[in-house]
């Protein structure tokens, strides 16, 4: 099954348990948040990144200078392990984990979740690629990436059990658009996708496709 397929399932399971007023609401915070052009502000093809040092999830610092020396460098900004499409991203790019290292390239993934969360992340999808903690989303801010949760949107969260402010350790509501990068290791970013519908995934043979091509 391809990851659209499984993205696409949550979203009808999330439609046929949830209150239409509710699968209303959440549409709406996607069409404002579209509406305010964060994707075009965000980091472009082209430009630099900026680089970071960031915790895994066994508290290591990673350096993204030290990854980009290894060669390609493929990013992953996901929410967290609190959103189901998220997961199934991170899984989808554990599947073809070997296909993307055999191309020259190293995989990580970003999220404003505590250590302890980004822990439980790899380790429930036994993932063998780095997992980074973003706190504050001072990385993810620099990418561009960062939107506050909208109001009308928390009580809905929290009815489905999700405290946002517990898994990222502050009370600031804000989290990353999912977005993936690839970025030379020149710092020059090869290609992007953001999207802020976070139902709207990359691929991870679209992933691929992009490494063949910077061979």
Not at 77 to 83: A, H, I, M, Q
Not at 116 to 138: A, C, I, R
Not at 197 to 208: C, G, I, K, Q, S
Request: charged share 20%; aromatic share 8%.
């Amino acid at each position: 099954m391809s990851l659209a397929t499984e993205l696409q399932a949550v979203t009808e399971n999330v439609r046929q348990q949830a209150p239409e007023n509710v699968f209303t609401t959440m549409e709406a915070a996607t069409a404002k948040l579209a509406a305010t052009g964060i994707t075009d502000q965000a980091l472009q093809t082209g430009q630099t990144m900026p680089d970071f040092e960031l915790p895994d999830a066994t508290g290591k610092s990673v350096s993204s200078s030290e990854l980009r020396a290894k060669g390609l460098l493929l990013i992953s900004f996901y929410r967290g392990n609190w959103c189901p499409y998220c997961n199934l991203e991170l899984q989808a790019l554990q599947a073809r984990l070997d296909d993307i290292t055999a191309l020259g390239a190293t995989l990580v993934a970003i999220s404003p979740e505590s250590p302890d969360q980004s822990l439980t992340t790899q380790e429930k999808f036994d993932l063998k690629f780095p997992v980074l903690t973003d706190t504050g989303n001072q990385v993810a801010r620099q990418f561009g990436l960062v939107f506050t949760l909208d109001e009308s949107l928390r009580p809905i969260y929290n009815n489905f059990g999700i405290d946002i402010t517990t898994h990222n350790g502050d009370q600031s509501f804000e989290l990353p658009i999912p977005a993936t990068y690839l970025v030379a290791a020149d710092g020059t970013v090869l290609n992007r996708f953001v999207d802020v519908d976070y139902r709207e995934r990359l691929a991870p043979e679209t992933a691929l496709a992009w490494l063949q091509a910077a061979q």
